[in-house]
T-cell receptor, first 114, second 114 residues
Framework: AQSVAQPEDQVNVAEGNPLTVKCTYS??????LFWYVQYPNRGLQFLLK??????LVKGSYGFEAEFNKSQTSFHLKKPSALVSDSALYFC????????????FGSGTKLNVKP | EAGVAQSPRYKIIEKRQSVAFWCNPI?????LYWYQQILGQGPKLLIQ????????DSQLPKDRFSAERLKGVDSTLKIQPAKLEDSAVYLC????????????FGPGTRLLVL
């Protein structure tokens, strides 16, 4: 079945430390991959996407993500976390063989402590 | 550029009542999406429009949910009759086109069915 998985419900990291939020996917064709962030009582905001080309994608607020085809992963990273990065992060994938299908992961709550 | 607008922001109804949500996408965006986000889960795509035509509604519970996008701009999502399990946030998003284009989300409508 087509899907996207975020194996960690919550990630805790100290301010200034690097952070990683994990995402793996399963689609039939080449994937289009996205990361969104959701702050409390606010809508989803786009962070970055991978369509084709360089496996390392840079996005908003200093975030980046690496596409790994062999591991079917698209982990979100940031070299130095800020307290203001604390939010809910969603990975999403569109099936390259069927543009009509778009799937979100269950979300990972990132807590950055001072 | 104005973002995606949704109304109402909150709605409380009793089961078996009907309810409607309205969405105004970003000007010029051809594709419009409705998602259901149940507490603690990622958004689930209900229906996708390309201009005023339905591209995919495979996850829309058609016995009680309906949606339309007249003139290829605004859209309404209706639930009739509502069930307790319909309590969720209903998100509207739009993009310039389908596929790899970034989706921009509205603030959502929080529905509580009692």
């Amino acid at each position: 079945a087509q899907s996207v998985a975020q194996p960690e419900d919550q990630v805790n990291v100290a301010e200034g430390n690097p952070l990683t939020v994990k995402c793996t996917y399963s689609v039939s064709g080449n994937p289009y991959l996205f990361w969104y962030v959701q702050y409390p009582n606010r809508g989803l905001q786009f962070l970055l996407k991978y369509i084709t080309g360089d496996n390392l994608v840079k996005g908003s607020y200093g975030f980046e993500a690496e596409f790994n085809k062999s591991q079917t992963s698209f982990h979100l990273k940031k070299p130095s976390a800020l307290v203001s990065d604390s939010a809910l992060y969603f990975c999403a994938v569109r099936d390259g063989n069927n543009f009509n299908k778009f799937y979100f992961g269950s979300g990972t709550k990132l807590n950055v402590k001072p | 550029e104005a973002g995606v607008a949704q109304s109402p922001r909150y709605k409380i109804i009793e089961k078996r009542q009907s309810v409607a949500f309205w969405c105004n996408p970003i000007s010029g965006h051809a594709t419009l999406y409705w998602y259901q986000q149940i507490l603690g889960q990622g958004p689930k795509l209900l229906i996708q429009f390309q201009n005023n035509g339905v591209v995919d509604d495979s996850q829309l519970p058609k016995d009680r949910f309906s949606a339309e996008r007249l003139k290829g701009v605004d859209s309404t999502l209706k639930i009739q009759p509502a069930k307790l399990e319909d309590s969720a946030v209903y998100l509207c998003a739009s993009s310039r086109d389908e596929g790899w284009e970034t989706q921009y989300f509205g603030p959502g409508t929080r529905l509580l069915v009692l």
